[in-house]
Nanobody, 129 residues
Framework: VQLQASGGGSVQAGGSLKLSCTATPSGRTFDSYAVGWFRQAPGKEREFVAAIKWTGSRTWYRDSVQGRFTISKDNSKNSVYLQMISLKPEDTAVYYC?????????????????????WGQGTQVTVSS
């Protein structure tokens, strides 16, 4: 599967952005993939942000974004979204979407880079104070 991330930009603290990750499935339909969002700030390692089960019935978030970010999946559009509100300067990073077809995926795996088999290119999110 090929992934294309989009929707990044520059906003002031407290603002909102919605990231999109659109998939081009290959051999399997998108509803058989679990998807995660990760981010990498300058000088830091890539970290887990949010993930959604292949069925879309469960979601997971890192503590610092819980209540501010919402991940959703629209299999009919081969897309996963990350709605981000109340953005903070510390949310500034390049955001990546990733997918795995190894389902069901243990949550611990889905929240780790080792659980991701396919990556999209990143999209920059910059939050100014």
């Amino acid at each position: 599967v090929q992934l294309q991330a989009s929707g990044g930009g520059s906003v002031q603290a407290g603002g909102s952005l919605k990231l999109s990750c659109t998939a081009t499935p290959s051999g399997r339909t998108f509803d058989s993939y679990a998807v995660g969002w990760f981010r990498q700030a300058p000088g830091k390692e890539r970290e887990f942000v949010a993930a959604i089960k292949w069925t879309g019935s469960r979601t997971w978030y890192r503590d610092s974004v819980q209540g501010r970010f919402t991940i959703s999946k629209d299999n009919s559009k081969n897309s996963v979204y990350l709605q981000m509100i109340s953005l903070k300067p510390e949310d500034t990073a390049v955001y990546y979407c990733g997918a795995t077809g190894r389902v069901p995926t243990p949550p611990s795996m889905l929240q780790s880079e080792r659980g991701i088999d396919y990556w999209g290119q990143g999209t920059q999110v910059t939050v100014s104070s």
